[in-house]
């Protein structure tokens, strides 16, 4: 019976093509603006959290301020406090950070020059344009190598010959230091610009660049498996309790990440409200045309009545032609909703992410705005006296 229903009511959309492509129209432009929407908003979503991963979403940054004794407790040794106080942190890189000037031959510019440990590249999740990477025996030694950011390297070096050539760091006096390695080009990671930077080993920057007392930052790496705002949170405490709030910031690049879903999830949300408004005007579209069906086969209703045939049934078929102009509406709504993500994600570049609960709801929205609208005329058409019926012109 459902079937014979189905095969009715298309061929009654065939019959009546402007009518139904107008009732239907409603339904395909909310249900496409609702998948468009959700779609957007997931690979929105999507983008960014690929970008802070790029950039570390399981690292921590503390920047210690000010130069009160308690500021002092920042350390190079201060990473193994940190780890026997809080849980979920794998390792800890200290870094030092000064502005510094450097020449290759006749040129002369001022750069950002970290001091770092032979392992901050891999935590980091750099790569090298070419060269290698300073050694744990480079940084024992205390010895003159550095690597240098992309930029940094393609203004000293353009025809791309760095490695084992020198620069000379200016402090108190000019030191040479050999390219051991290029970087490849990277997005800032928590504050530092690795294409503007030059690295040397963390013990060098101390015992032959700069004697400083306390450590500039820390990058803290989080278990894998451990939740990295958490882990924020537990060294924010930990600090507070151990200096106040005053001599550090932390700072975590999954916070904002969360942030980040939070804003796009509730912006998402409310432009796909406001979009589902337009399936409700759709449905009375549907119920319009219904009703209008209804009374062009009035004469059909009273015959079939008349043969046997129940309110019930009568409502049944009525009801099932509602639902299917919904579910035909909702299936190229859809198709027009991936159509517009595919074409907007492609000029903005991102990668598209399907929400395939966005579709799923879609589609039962559409039947249940079917089953909505259709139910008061599938009940008129139910209720029709067979007498009046055949005899209505």
Request: aromatic content about 10%.
């Amino acid at each position: 019976m459902v079937f014979e229903n189905i095969k009715i009511a298309l061929t009654s959309m065939v019959h009546n093509k402007m009518r139904t492509l107008l009732s239907l129209l409603g339904i395909i432009i909310g249900v496409g603006a609702v998948v468009a929407i959700l779609n957007l908003g997931q690979s929105a979503t999507a983008s960014i959290t690929s970008s802070m991963n790029v950039g570390g979403i399981d690292l921590v940054s503390i920047y210690p301020q000010g130069n009160n004794r308690k500021g002092n407790v920042f350390d190079i040794q201060f990473g193994d406090t940190l780890m026997s106080n809080v849980s979920g942190i794998e390792t800890v890189l200290p870094i030092y950070s000064s502005n510094a000037r450097i020449r290759s031959g006749q040129e002369i510019k001022t750069v950002s020059l970290q001091g770092v440990t032979s392992n901050y590249f891999y935590i980091m999740n750099t790569e090298l344009l070419y060269g290698e990477y300073f050694s744990a025996l480079d940084n024992i030694n205390r010895r003159q190598v550095v690597i240098l950011g992309s930029d940094i390297a393609k203004e000293l070096f353009p025809a791309g010959n760095a490695v084992g050539s020198y620069i000379s760091i200016f402090r108190t006096q000019s030191k040479r230091y050999q390219i051991v390695g290029v970087l490849d080009e990277k997005d800032a990671t928590l504050g530092a610009s690795f294409n503007s930077s030059i690295f040397i080993p963390i013990n060098t920057f101390e015992q032959r660049f700069m004697n400083m007392t306390k450590v500039s930052s820390y990058t803290c790496k989080v278990v894998e498996g451990q939740n990295a705002t958490d882990i924020s949170n537990k060294i924010e405490e930990y600090l507070n309790n151990l200096v106040g709030s005053d001599y550090f910031s932390v700072f975590s690049a999954a916070t904002i990440v969360e942030m980040a879903d939070q804003v796009t999830g509730t912006f998402t949300s409310f432009l796909a409200a406001i979009a589902a408004i337009s399936l409700l005007v759709g449905g009375i579209g549907i119920m319009n045309i219904m009703l209008v069906s209804v009374a062009e086969r009035t004469r059909e209703i009273g015959i079939r009545k008349a043969l046997g045939a129940s309110p019930k049934v009568i409502r049944g078929q009525f009801l099932v032609e509602a639902i299917t102009l919904t579910i035909l509406g909702g299936v190229i709504g859809i198709g027009l909703g991936v159509f517009i993500s595919y074409a907007i994600i492609n000029v903005v570049g991102w990668e598209l992410h399907f929400s395939y609960g966005a579709i799923l709801l879609s589609l039962g929205f559409s039947m249940f705005v079917g089953i909505f609208f259709g139910w008061y005329p599938a009940a008129k058409a139910s209720k029709l006296d067979p007498i009046e019926a055949l005899s209505y012109e």
